[in-house]
C-alpha cells in the first residue's frame, strides 16, 4: 500500500485500486487480506486504475517492491503451520475463532517480528473471547480450548507456572517486572552450573504475565492499571504483559484465569507469572492455577505469629520479604527471622506438597531477602524457583498437582455455570422470586430456606413439596 495525500493506492491481482481516506473515523480503510478487499470492492464499489494508466507508470516498481512483498511475507507467515498436522475445524468453530487457533498454534521456528505481532494480536483476541459472557462468545471459547487441547505442542510439558500472591501493597508488580527483565536479559548471558544438567534448567524464551485486577463492587469496572507498573517489561518483544478484572471472583484470581495461561502456554510462552490482586490470609484459589507459589510480605507486616497462622502461608512455597532496601532494610531482616523461627514449628508438616520425597527436599518454603527496587536477591528468587522445578520434576508430582487442578477448575467452572443458570431463569419465575423476596421482608422464611425453596422452583430437584413459604408452617 502507498499513501498518497488524501488516498490509498491497493494493488491487487485485479488491478489497482484508490481508498479514500475516511474523514469521520480519521483513518484508511483496513483490510486483513486481499480476498476481503476483493469482497469489500464488490459491495462498495472504488475508483480503479487500470495498469496502462500513465498515472500508476512511476509508482509500479514501487508498489511491488513495498506492497506485494509484505503480501508475500504475510501468506508464507501463515502456510508454515502444516494444516495437515492441526486437526480439522470443528464443524461449529466459527471461521475467526479457528484463524485464531491456527495463528496461536503457528511454529516458533520462525521468529520474527512479523510472527510474535501475528501471535500476540491473536492471543490478546483469544483471551477477550473466553473471558467474554456472551453465550456465543462462551461456546465459541470452549470450541477454541478443546481444539488447542487435542492439537500437537511441545510447550506443555516444558511450561512452567509461578504465582505471586501478598498483602496490598507489597511491591507484586515491581517485583514480577524486576524478575521478568532478570529472566530475559540477564539470565542468556549467564553460564549454567557444572552439577546441574542442562535439560533440568528452566530457561524460558518468552514470558507472559497475566495481572488480576479488582473490580469495583459499585460500578463493575476495572482499571486493570497493573501494566502502568510494568513499563519496560510490556515493551520488552519476547514478553507478553495481560491484565484482566477480577469481576467479583474471590480468592484473588478471576474465573477464566486457568483458561488465560493455557492460551499463553499455547502460543508459546514457556513461563507464566500470575500476579493476583491483593489478599489476605484465607484467599488461597492461587495454588489451582499455579506449579509454584510465591508469597510477598512487607517488612514489619507482623510478629511470630503471622508466620504460626494458617491459610496462605501454610500454602506458600517460597516466601519473600520485599522492600529489603534503605530505612526498611533492618525491618525486613527481623521480618525474615519473624517467618523462619515460626516456619520450623511445622516441619515435616508443611502442607504445600503431598509426595513425601518432595517434602524431605523441600520441607518447608525458603524465606529470602529481596529488593524489587535494586535488583538485590531477584537471582536468589530464581535459583529456587529451579531448585522447586528439578525436586517436582523429579518426583513426578508436577503432573499429579496440575492433574489434581484440573478437577478443581472442573467443579468451579460447573459452579459458576449452575450459578449462571439460575440467575438466567430468574425471568423465566419472575413472580416465585418475588413472592419469596417479600415473605423476607415480612420475616415469614429464613434466608436458608427461603434458598432451598427456591432451588427447587427455579431448577427442580422431583420433590413435589410446595416452594411456598406458608407450607411449612
Not at 72 to 90: A, D, H, T, V, Y
Not at 230 to 259: F, I, Q
Not at 319 to 342: C, E, F, S
Amino acid at each position: 500500500m502507498l499513501p498518497t495525500a488524501r488516498t490509498l493506492i491497493v494493488k491487487s491481482n485485479s488491478g489497482f485500486y484508490i481508498l479514500p481516506f475516511c474523514r469521520h473515523r480519521r483513518r484508511f480503510p483496513s483490510y486483513s487480506s486481499l480476498t476481503s478487499l476483493e469482497k469489500n470492492i464488490k459491495k462498495c464499489p472504488i475508483p480503479k486504475l487500470h495498469q496502462n494508466d500513465n498515472r500508476m507508470a512511476p509508482l509500479l516498481s514501487m508498489m511491488q517492491s513495498r506492497f506485494m512483498s509484505d503480501v508475500s511475507s504475510s501468506q508464507q507467515q501463515q502456510q508454515q503451520q502444516p494444516i495437515s498436522s492441526l486437526p480439522p475445524k470443528p464443524k461449529e468453530m466459527a471461521d475467526t475463532t479457528y484463524q485464531l487457533a491456527i495463528d496461536i498454534l503457528s511454529p516458533n521456528n520462525a521468529n520474527t517480528k512479523q510472527n510474535r505481532l501475528i501471535k500476540r494480536r491473536a492471543l490478546a483476541r483469544a483471551i477477550t473471547l473466553v473471558e467474554s459472557k456472551s453465550t456465543q462468545h462462551q461456546h465459541q471459547s470452549e470450541l477454541l480450548l478443546s481444539y488447542i487441547l487435542h492439537a500437537p505442542s511441545s510447550s506443555s510439558s516444558t511450561s512452567f507456572r509461578v504465582g505471586i500472591a501478598g498483602p496490598p501493597g507489597a511491591g507484586k508488580s515491581t517485583l514480577v517486572e524486576t524478575l521478568g527483565l532478570y529472566i530475559l536479559n540477564d539470565l542468556p548471558q549467564q553460564q549454567p552450573k557444572d552439577n546441574v544438567p542442562q535439560k533440568d534448567v528452566l530457561q524460558p524464551n518468552q514470558l507472559a504475565v497475566v495481572c488480576i485486577d479488582p473490580t469495583s463492587s459499585v460500578t463493575g469496572g476495572s482499571i486493570l492499571g497493573d501494566k502502568t507498573r510494568m513499563m519496560e517489561l510490556s515493551r520488552h518483544e519476547r514478553a507478553y504483559v495481560r491484565p484482566s478484572p477480577s469481576k467479583g471472583a474471590l480468592g484473588g484470581l478471576s474465573s477464566y484465569t486457568n483458561d488465560v495461561t493455557t492460551l499463553c502456554h499455547a502460543a508459546g510462552y514457556d513461563l507464566a507469572i500470575i500476579e493476583t490482586v491483593g489478599i489476605g490470609q484465607s484467599e488461597i484459589d492461587i495454588i489451582q492455577c499455579v506449579d509454584l507459589f510465591i508469597l510477598v510480605v512487607s517488612p514489619g507486616g507482623g510478629d511470630e505469629l503471622q508466620g504460626v497462622k494458617k491459610g496462605v502461608v501454610e500454602v506458600a512455597d517460597l516466601i519473600v520479604v520485599n522492600k529489603a532496601d534503605g530505612g526498611l532494610l533492618d525491618d525486613a531482616r527481623r521480618t525474615k527471622a519473624d517467618y523462619t523461627a515460626a516456619l520450623r514449628f511445622w516441619g515435616s508438616g508443611y502442607g504445600g506438597n503431598q509426595n513425601k520425597k518432595t517434602r524431605e527436599e523441600w520441607n518447608v518454603p525458603p524465606v529470602l531477602l529481596v529488593s524489587a527496587k535494586t535488583g538485590e536477591g531477584i537471582s536468589q528468587v530464581w535459583s529456587e524457583i529451579n531448585r522447586y522445578r528439578m525436586i517436582m520434576t523429579k518426583n513426578d508430582e508436577l503432573s499429579h498437582k496440575r492433574k489434581k487442578q484440573a478437577r478443581y477448575w472442573m467443579w468451579k467452572y460447573a459452579k459458576d455455570m449452575i450459578l449462571e443458570k439460575i440467575m438466567a431463569s430468574k425471568k423465566d419465575h419472575g413472580k416465585a422470586t418475588a413472592d419469596m423476596e417479600k415473605a423476607l421482608d415480612f420475616g415469614h422464611v429464613h434466608p436458608r430456606v427461603a434458598a432451598s425453596l427456591l432451588l427447587k422452583d427455579l431448577i427442580g430437584s422431583g420433590d413435589n413439596e410446595s416452594s411456598s413459604p406458608n407450607s411449612r408452617k
